[in-house]
């Protein structure tokens, strides 16, 4: 099939209209499966980033959208729904063009959990305590006391190029949910699919409530976390970056919540089921071409079935087709960029070196039609100890780790033995043995039979260096929030008042008492 398309042109998203970049510079946008320019992306500088920024400020002054009563908000979370199902097929097409994920992944999963999200939001929005009263206090005296919640005001959100859409969402949803604007950020490889997904929700808010502003991570990134009128910052992306981005936060104190790296340990049990946990690990792995954030990286066997497993392991993953993503048939697509495939080859040859055995794949591979593309074949290492370089670091591609292990306490203590913990999972027949696990897991979810199972109402986010806050589910809410105390005193009594007595220790004239 071919994938060649225009070329299109993505100015930036400002106040519910396309603008240029100030500087009118653009930048290439190319299809990772054929490395042609499919786009030219605005170039943004510190000054659209300020354009975008006070245009979602203006927004968020208005009373109309900070103000909005959940019912209405609510429907204003259904409309976004109706509008990426009626827009379903061009988001599945400039997120597959761009990111390289697979259409039959994007369409049959990315799309509807998006709409999925917004409508989840939709209940929360009509659940959410945005106003609660406190019991009256016996001391110091009567009062009415509330705790309102309130927006948070300009969001920034900052996106990886791996599920740009979905991750997107992630932000958009609660940000919008609770009455904020928000500006984003997209990676420069994925801005289409983001780019557009802002133009259909803005179809259904007010202008500014919603902005893109594209270019580099260096320059528009990091204008966008130290312009001072922004709220609040929600990064995902690598745990390096991550740290930085919570440097620049803090010199204007910023509400910053991060989903970052992961390393994820998957451990196979000596009484799992093989017919499931098979694929299912590989599933965990090899999905998008290893390049999710929770991916199942380093897999656990004991080393009473450690041969038994490897085998049946190779034989599934040899079964897996890579191809242009665009082909309903293609099992897997390429890697973002020809500096990612390079990045993920060095570690290959890193694992060589530092003894690791490699049984499947570790070539890089020609996809037919995609020549230009950057494909590697799905790989698996044997022989890994947790301390190789492989074990430690983020690959980020198609790598599998395995280790063996001989008790339950050195497999747990293994998997936890790492700077991450976004994931983790465990197979078992076992309920008792995967709690026990489940719980000495340091990882934001652990999944049990499973893996990639994440549900919109479901809290997601990392423990350790994997980040800070969570995404989905109503504890997302609470970050894009303010909580304010309010105090009504009911003492009208100046002498009932002793507290006063505090300051004014003399008597009652002083008080001001005629
Ligand atoms: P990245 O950190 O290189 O870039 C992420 C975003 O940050 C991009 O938009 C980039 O332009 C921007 N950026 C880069 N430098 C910046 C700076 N100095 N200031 C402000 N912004 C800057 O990450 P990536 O390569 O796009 O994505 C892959 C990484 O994302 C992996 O580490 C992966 O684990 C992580 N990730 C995490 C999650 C999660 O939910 N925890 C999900 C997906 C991806």
């Known amino acids: 099939m071919s994938v060649k398309v225009d070329v299109l042109t993505m100015p930036l998203f400002i106040n519910g209209k396309w603008e240029s970049a100030a500087s009118g510079e653009w930048f290439d946008v190319n299809n990772p499966a054929t490395g042609e320019v499919i786009a030219k992306a605005a170039k943004g500088t510190a000054e659209d980033v300020d354009r975008a920024v006070m245009a979602a400020r203006a927004a968020f002054d208005q009373a109309e959208w900070r103000e909005m009563n959940p019912k209405d908000r609510s429907k204003v979370m259904y409309a976004i729904a109706h509008q990426i199902i009626e827009h379903a097929e061009e988001l599945a097409y400039l997120e597959c063009v761009s990111s390289g994920g697979t259409i039959r992944r994007i369409s049959s999963n990315d799309i509807l959990q998006m709409a999925d999200l917004f409508q989840t939001f939709g209940k929360f929005v009509l659940e959410y305590p945005f106003s609660e009263t406190l019991p009256v206090p016996p001391f110091p005296g009567p009062a ?213 055995e490699l049984v499947c794949g570790g070539k890089e591979m020609s996809v037919p039609g995609c020549e230009g593309g950057s494909f590697i074949e799905p790989t698996i290492f044997t022989n890994v100890t947790n301390d190789m370089k492989i074990a430690r670091e983020e690959i980020f591609g198609p790598v599998l780790c395995v280790i063996k292990y001989t008790s339950m306490d050195e497999v747990i203590a293994m998997a936890n033995d790492t700077i991450y913990g976004l994931a983790a999972g465990v197979w078992t027949r076992d309920v008792n043995k995967a709690y026990e696990a489940a719980r000495k897991l340091q990882a934001g979810v652990v999944w049990i039979n499973d893996w990639h199972m994440l549900r919109n109402d479901a809290p997601f986010g990392g423990y350790k260096q994997s980040g800070i806050g969570r995404e989905m589910g109503k504890h997302s809410l609470d970050a894009y929030t303010q909580v304010k105390h309010v105090h009504t005193s009911m003492v009208t009594d100046l002498h009932k008042r002793n507290w006063y007595g505090i300051l004014f220790s003399e008597k009652a004239e002083t008080r001001g008492e005629k």
């Open 144 to 356: 009415h006391n509330f705790i309102w919640r309130e927006p948070v005001g300009v969001c920034a959100a900052i996106t990886p190029w791996n599920m740009p859409m979905l991750i997107a969402s992630w932000k958009i949803a609660p940000a919008l949910a609770m009455g904020n604007t928000i500006v984003i950020k997209p990676a420069s490889y994925t801005p289409l699919s983001t780019l557009k997904l802002a133009e259909i929700i803005s179809k259904v808010v007010p202008p500014g409530v919603i902005n893109v502003v594209t270019g580099p991570g260096a320059e528009t990134g990091e204008a966008l976390v130290r312009h001072p009128i922004v709220d609040k910052v929600a990064f995902t992306g690598s745990t390096e970056v991550g740290r930085n981005i919570m440097k620049l936060a803090a010199d204007t104190v910023k509400n910053t919540t991060l989903e970052l790296g992961g390393k994820s340990p998957n451990i196979l049990l000596e009484d799992a089921d093989l017919s499931l946990a098979l694929p299912g690990s590989l599933f965990g792995v090899f999905l998008h071409s290893g390049q999710l954030c929770e991916s199942g990286t380093r897999l656990f066997v004991h080393e009473s079935m450690h041969d038994e497993v490897v085998e049946g392991l190779v034989q599934l993953a040899k079964n897996i087709k890579p191809g242009n993503p665009l082909d309903p048939a293609s099992d897997m697509g390429p890697l973002i960029s020809k500096q990612q495939k390079d990045t993920v080859l060095s570690y290959i040859r890193s694992g060589l070196e530092e003894g690791a």
